[in-house]
């Protein structure tokens, strides 16, 4: 075990101190040491650190207190929303009544988390205004491919089987078409008009007897609502096709708005971006996946159900496109979900998006002076700046990002979209205060003022973070992952 400080690298392992011990002998006539056969036995001791359990704790609880989260400091990533997660939330998860239960028992005991499943499913759809939910996916891009799959099943039900295409707008998000490709798809891109929404002219060249659907984002990647849409619904329906809704940005018009209202037939939902659940990490997530009416048998296997008594089982469908995770997804997550919308409750959800956009709009229209606004009007949870105005003294994007980690924030969403060179994406939610919005319009500005006056401190940062600048390529390409690695 290491640590570095300014360089230098500090051994905390000693030959000799111990943490922890494992006890020799916990079962009558077997002993950890004696008991195992000689093949499972290692040749070699294991080179582990040999440190103390003060030492350890120690070690990780400052490391912990260098990690950034939306809980120490404002957080501007755009397109991922990063949404506070609500105390109450974590206290519901971890009831015992919900986390003692073990996923293999019978429907019967289980009755309380069917329930809570049960119920967040229909609140899912009555927000969305769709038919039916499954909450089985484990992520956002796992809820993509669930959906395509509903698609593909929907056309292959028909005996529709020329229909192998669907149409990504080219300023999706990047899974939208690795999830299509996943899923055997070919993707056709349709682009984007001057002021970043669907080129509806573009499109209707690309609709024939081959197009399974499109996938679309509302509002947009770029932050702008697609006022398209019900022309767009008629063009692709009319050729047999169906619609996705991408759910990363849900968050904008919750509770005003609802894609199935738009025309939409399939949507996913990333409860870690509108209903306040964890993100970041690699997991856990949950990606609900909603249908219109007439698609609910394609849902994966199996689906919740209660009869007419009140009481709830599983059901399996022959027509069904499969099965996409074991059990019924990651509970601790569909409760979290499950209780930031009691806790809202119907008038209060209805307030999420227009604080959103409101937030948004306030930060875009202080700054737009100093970074460089391609596309003018009314955003809605996120806007993009195109680096600086003043591009003279060549700060770029990565170097703006970098500095605002000496004035302690975590940068926005950078080069994403692909549409400008030097995007900066920011997305302020609506939990963010007035007086966080400020100081960080105040921070940008400054940083915008550096570069023009000093801009080698701009273009050397960041100074005051444990780690300085990487070498990005290189930590992505010829990563260090093991202590032997590090001490060697």
Do not use: W
């Amino acid at each position: 075990m290491i640590r570095n400080y300014d360089k230098l690298i500090f051994e905390l392992s000693k030959e000799g101190r111990v943490g922890y011990s494992l006890p020799k002998k916990e079962i009558d006539g077997y002993c950890m040491c004696c008991g195992l056969p000689d093949n499972l036995k290692r040749e070699t001791t294991p080179e582990l650190p040999e440190v103390t359990e003060f030492d350890v704790v120690r070690h990780y609880t400052n490391l912990s207190n260098k990690n950034f989260g939306v809980d120490t400091g404002f957080y501007p990533l755009g397109s991922c929303t990063m949404k506070y997660n609500p105390r109450i939330n974590e206290e519901m998860a971890a009831h015992p009544a919900f986390t003692q239960l073990h996923p293999s028992l019978p429907v019967e005991c289980a009755q309380g988390a069917l329930e809570v499943y049960y119920n967040l499913a229909e609140s899912l759809a009555e927000i969305s205004g769709l038919a039916a939910f499954t909450l089985n996916p484990y992520a956002g891009a796992h809820g993509e491919l669930a959906g395509l799959m509903i698609m593909r099943q929907y056309h292959m039900q028909r005996g529709d089987l020329k229909r192998t295409k669907v149409i990504v707008p080219d300023s999706a998000h990047g899974t939208n078409p690795a999830s299509a490709a996943v899923c055997g798809l070919e993707i056709v891109e349709v682009k984007s008009t001057a002021n970043g929404t669907v080129d509806v002219e573009d499109l209707k060249p690309l609709l024939d007897d081959t197009i399974a659907g499109i996938m679309m984002t509302n509002p947009n990647t770029l932050g702008i609502f697609e006022t398209e849409i019900p022309e767009i619904s008629r063009l692709v329906h009319e050729c047999g096709g169906l619609l996705y809704y991408d759910g990363a940005n849900l968050n904008a018009v919750l509770g005003k708005c609802r894609p199935g209202d738009m025309g939409f037939d399939i949507m996913h939902i990333n409860l870690h971006k509108t209903f306040s659940t964890p993100h970041g990490g690699g997991g856990p997530g949950d990606g609900p996946v909603g249908v219109r009416a007439g698609l609910e048998q394609y849902l994966p296997n199996p689906q919740v159900k209660k009869d007419a008594d009140g009481k709830f089982y599983l059901e399996c469908d022959e027509k069904s496109s499969g099965y996409v995770s074991n059990f019924l997804g990651n509970f601790g997550v569909i409760m979290r979900a499950y209780t930031y919308i009691l806790t809202l409750g119907r008038e209060n959800v209805k307030m999420v998006g227009p604080l959103a956009v409101l937030n948004a709009n306030y930060v875009k229209e202080a700054l737009k002076g100093d970074y460089y606004l391609p596309i003018e009007g009314v955003c809605k949870h996120e806007f993009v700046f195109d680096g600086l105005v003043d591009k003279s003294t060549g700060v770029t994007t990565l170097d703006i990002a970098k500095r605002l980690l000496d004035y302690g924030y975590h940068a926005p969403t950078i080069y994403f979209p692909l549409l400008f060179h030097q995007s900066i994406m920011i997305e302020p939610t609506e939990t963010e205060s007035k007086e966080t919005l400020d100081e960080f319009i105040a921070v940008m500005k400054k940083v915008a003022r550096e570069a023009a006056e000093n801009p080698d401190v701009v273009k050397s940062a960041p100074h005051s973070t444990p780690v300085r600048r990487l070498d990005e390529t290189t930590a992505a390409r010829f990563p260090k992952t093991t202590y032997k690695q590090m001490k060697g």
